[in-house]
């Protein structure tokens, strides 16, 4: 049995579609569902460059893709605090653990 190729009809834009995508601030791209499904790699890189990725749906927004925020900054050293200590070279790390694994019933 022959098959016929299946072509997606264009989306219609309507007024509730144009209400929609105003409130949108202007993404850097906008993209189809099925585009964005063979795209999905290269889109992902735009989104963590700090890119807002509007994925829409029959002409309709759907989903949006940004870069996650991490949720914890990242650990800084006390550099000053650090070199205040009074760190003592009499003890050594070995030493220490030896001390306690031999402590233990």
Not at 30 to 45: C, F, G, I, T
Not at 75 to 87: A, D, E, K, P, Y
Request: hydrophobic share 35%; aromatic share 4%; proline share 9%.
């Amino acid at each position: 049995m022959k098959r016929k190729p299946f072509k997606y009809p264009p989306a219609k834009p309507d007024k509730t579609v144009l209400r929609e995508t105003a409130a949108i601030e202007e993404p850097a791209l906008v993209v189809n569902v099925r585009a964005a499904k063979d795209q999905l790699s290269s889109l992902l890189e735009a989104a963590a460059r700090g890119d807002e990725v509007v994925i829409t749906s029959d002409g309709r927004p759907k989903a949006k893709l940004v870069a996650i925020q991490p949720r914890h900054p990242r650990f800084r050293m006390h550099w000053s605090w650090l070199h205040g200590q009074n760190i003592s070279s009499e003890l050594r790390a070995q030493d220490l653990v030896r001390e306690d694994r031999d402590g233990r019933p």
